[in-house]
């Protein structure tokens, strides 16, 4: 079993970047992919991007290609998504998840998920 927590959500101005943190507790954080998704008010939850439990295997939502970038630190039990060039539809809740089975972009896929952190940005 694996536990996650989201940080480094904040409120910024379009253009602006923010790097946002999964941290995980329990053993074998590397047995697990990790996905990020978001979701804002009154729609549902959608896919930004996922990482595969090595890192050598990523795969982007279309709205963040260019933009977003995530990565993994398995000694530090720890997924990073970095976000450049933030825009207005940016804005959401974001929660990262992990499935011990290989890389998803669907929710159901996954068993594990955070508390979530809010992302707005600002024009």
């Known amino acids: 079993q694996v536990q996650l927590v989201e940080s480094g959500g904040g409120l910024v101005q379009a253009g602006d970047s923010l790097r946002l943190s999964c941290a995980a507790s329990?053993?074998?954080?590397?047995?697990?992919?990790v996905g990020w998704f978001r979701q804002a008010p009154g729609k549902e939850r959608e896919f930004v991007v996922v990482?595969?439990?090595?890192?050598?295997?990523?795969n982007y939502a279309d709205s963040v290609k260019g933009r977003f970038t995530i990565s993994r630190d398995n000694v530090k039990n720890t997924v990073y998504l970095q976000m450049n060039s933030l825009r207005l539809e940016d804005t959401a809740v974001y929660y990262c998840?992990?499935?011990?089975?290989?890389?998803?972009?669907?929710?159901?896929?996954?068993?594990?998920w955070g508390q979530g952190t809010q992302v707005t940005v600002s024009s």
């Open positions: 998840a992990a499935s011990e089975y290989r890389a998803s972009a669907t929710p159901r896929s996954y068993d594990y």
């Open positions: 329990g053993r074998s954080f590397s047995r697990y992919s």
């Open positions: 990482i595969s439990q090595s890192g050598t295997y990523t």
